[in-house]
Nanobody
Framework: QVQLVESGGGLVQAGGSLRLSCAAS????????MGWFRQAPGKEREFVAA????????YYADSVKGRFTISRDNAKNTVYLQMNSLKPEDTAVYYC????????????????????WGQGTQVTVSS
């Protein structure tokens, strides 16, 4: 079993920055992958970024490329999402997710490609 706990959300003005954290427990993550998704009111959950635990390959949605950075700390079993140049359209509940098996980069961009989810953290960007 895996437990994921997100933190770091909040209210920020447009152009500002936030760093989200996702602490994982229950399993070691040396060979798995993790992702960040977001869901705005009335919209479907959408892919934001993902990282392979081994090797550190990263993947981003076009809407966040150049502004967001996903990273991991193996020793702390924690994944981060550094969000810069935030826009009002980035407002959403952000979720981290973990997949415990090999998965393709295409599957990593799909909610169905993950086995475990955190409870989410609210990010609100004011204009």
């Amino acid at each position: 079993q895996v437990q994921l706990v997100e933190s770091g959300g909040g209210l920020v003005q447009a152009g500002g920055s936030l760093r989200l954290s996702c602490a994982a427990s229950g399993r070691t993550f040396s060979s798995y992958a993790m992702g960040w998704f977001r869901q705005a009111p009335g919209k479907e959950r959408e892919f934001v970024a993902a990282i392979r635990w081994s090797g550190g390959s990263t993947y981003y949605a076009d809407s966040v490329k150049g502004r967001f950075t996903i990273s991991r700390d193996n020793a702390k079993n924690t994944v981060y999402l550094q969000m810069n140049s935030l826009k009002p359209e980035d407002t959403a509940v952000y979720y981290c997710a973990a997949v415990l098996r090999f998965t393709t980069s295409q599957t990593m961009a799909l909610p169905g490609g993950y086995d475990y989810w955190g409870q989410g953290t609210q990010v609100t960007v004011s204009s």
